[in-house]
């Protein structure tokens, strides 16, 4: 019998359901972290506080989906004839089971989001309506928030659903909702950038080629996306983009109230936005070197001249990480396979080479070394995607994922509201005794 990615889950849940319930029952009074007042001032850095199964960042290593490395994932997924990067459906299948689908299964997964990916002519009104001068983050926020009215979660909890079968009707609304991102993504790039008619979805295609062919751009943009969507998908659960999807998630919101507010996180500096602001500075030293390679003094100065004037290098540091983030050096390989000769892969390369003995000497960051978005935006600029306020988008599809598998997993468990307890100053002050 061929068994579709929502049984086998299902089939998943069941099992998993009494490990949590034991782990609740049985051992909740087990203390297995402790928090200083660095931590609670500090952003809860490194708090144990949050629980997922989906993902796992080790800070020497890096990222790992299911207990498998990036590279794992994406030489056991399966891949279409002739692609290099595998079918982006098949790691829903893996995130959110845990095993790695067969070609037949990743077909089923495709179809099903052939099925769902016609989007609602309102969405593209209010896409429509939005002034082009206007970030694609917010209007990628606002076209995901305007679908909420299609949530099956909103229409069966408010009909009695029981609270063992939320998982199911979140299911559906997530895969409603990734089906159709590519095509709003796609939507918004036309409409600020591209400027043509809107090319149509293609319901032959699975989702990395469909979205490079609404872009309007050839091989081998179809496996940078499939490559880009699946390294962006997840990140463990305490990231601001995860942990808002959860946090919301978890007051019952559904799927698309959800996700259109972890695409707020998202849209950060300091977070995703940080792929933009690295081709912003890359372009700002290009402008300044008349597009001339720069030495490597040259290069040194520029970012030194952004240090002292008291900024932070964009795609470098990491709250978690203290190695080179293996999403960096998947894309650098990638990079250097199919772009080697780009003037803007050289600029990048020279700054993986030159700003984390600079950030050392400089002192303060704790992880010197190159995050994912030092070298997604070279990639997207190679292709010709050279508008790097729509870099962030991409990442929120990828996003988007991995954050939805988390949100059926958290339905599935009962994991509770998310609601912790914040103390005052003066609480704090009289906690170290230096306050009665
Ligand atoms: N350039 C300059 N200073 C830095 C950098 C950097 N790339 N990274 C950290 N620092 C500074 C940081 O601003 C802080 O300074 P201060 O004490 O004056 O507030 C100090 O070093 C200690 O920060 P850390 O504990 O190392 O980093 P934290 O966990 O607070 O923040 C980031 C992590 C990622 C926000 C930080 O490294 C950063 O701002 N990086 C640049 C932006 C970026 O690339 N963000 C993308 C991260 C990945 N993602 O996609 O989300
Ligand atoms: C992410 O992918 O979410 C970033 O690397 C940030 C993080 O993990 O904190």
Redo the contacts with the bound molecule.
């Keep these: 019998m061929r068994e579709t990615l929502k049984l086998r889950l299902s089939r998943k849940i069941d099992e998993h359901r009494p490990r949590t319930e034991r782990l609740l029952k049985e051992y909740g009074d087990v203390q297995i972290d402790g928090v200083t007042v660095a931590q609670v001032i500090?952003?809860m850095?490194g708090i144990k506080s949050l629980v997922t199964d989906i993902s796992y960042l080790d800070p020497e290593e890096g990222i790992r989906y299911r207990g498998y490395t990036l590279d794992e994932v994406i030489q056991n997924l399966p891949k279409a004839k002739g692609a290099e990067m595998p079918y982006v459906e098949g790691l829903l299948y893996l995130l959110l089971t845990g095993d790695f689908p067969n070609e037949e299964e990743v077909m089923l997964v495709v179809e099903q989001f052939n099925k769902r990916r016609i989007v609602p002519r309102y969405v593209y009104n209010v896409i429509d309506s939005f002034p082009t001068s206007s970030h694609p983050m917010a209007i990628f926020s606002t076209a995901i928030l305007t679908l909420n009215r299609e949530s099956d979660f909103n229409r069966e909890y408010h009909a009695g659903l029981k609270k063992e079968d939320y998982w199911e009707a979140t299911y559906e609304d997530a895969l409603n909702l990734l089906a159709k991102l590519p095509e709003i993504a796609a939507y918004i790039y036309n409409k600020l950038y591209r400027k043509g008619d809107p090319i149509q979805s293609d319901p032959k295609l699975d989702m990395g080629a469909d979205f490079a062919h609404m872009m309007g751009i050839d091989k081998p943009y179809d496996d940078v996306s499939r490559l880009h969507f699946i390294i962006?998908s997840d990140?463990e659960s305490g990231?601001?983009?995860a942990h808002t999807g959860h946090l919301v998630a978890s007051s019952l919101s559904d799927i698309y109230l959800s996700i259109s507010a972890m695409i707020n996180g998202?849209a950060g500096?300091?977070?995703?936005?940080?792929?933009q602001?690295?081709l912003r500075w890359l372009q700002d030293v290009m402008d300044k070197m008349d597009n001339k390679i720069p030495t490597e003094d040259e290069m040194k100065q520029f970012v030194w001249d952004?240090?002292n004037s008291g900024?932070?290098?964009?795609?470098?540091?990491?709250?978690?990480l203290r190695k080179t983030?293996p999403r960096y050096m998947l894309q650098r390989e990638f990079s250097k396979k199919h772009l080697p000769d780009d003037p803007i892969f050289k600029y990048a390369d020279l700054l993986y080479k030159v700003?984390p003995p600079i950030?050392q000497e400089?002192g303060?960051?704790?992880?010197?070394w190159p995050?994912?978005?030092?070298q997604s935006g070279v990639i997207q600029w190679h292709y010709g995607v050279k508008d790097y306020d729509f870099y962030t988008v991409l990442?929120g599809i990828g996003r988007s994922i991995g954050i939805c598998a988390n949100i059926i997993w958290d339905r599935a468990l009962g994991y509770p509201l998310e609601r912790p307890k914040s103390v005052t100053t003066d609480m704090l002050e009289k906690m170290v005794g230096i306050k009665k």
């Design positions: 500090g952003g850095r962006h990140h990231n601001v983009s998202l500096p300091l977070h995703g936005l940080a792929n602001e690295v952004t240090l900024q932070v290098i964009p795609g470098f540091g990491h709250a978690v983030d700003v950030l400089h303060k960051a704790k992880n010197p995050n994912v978005d030092a990442f």
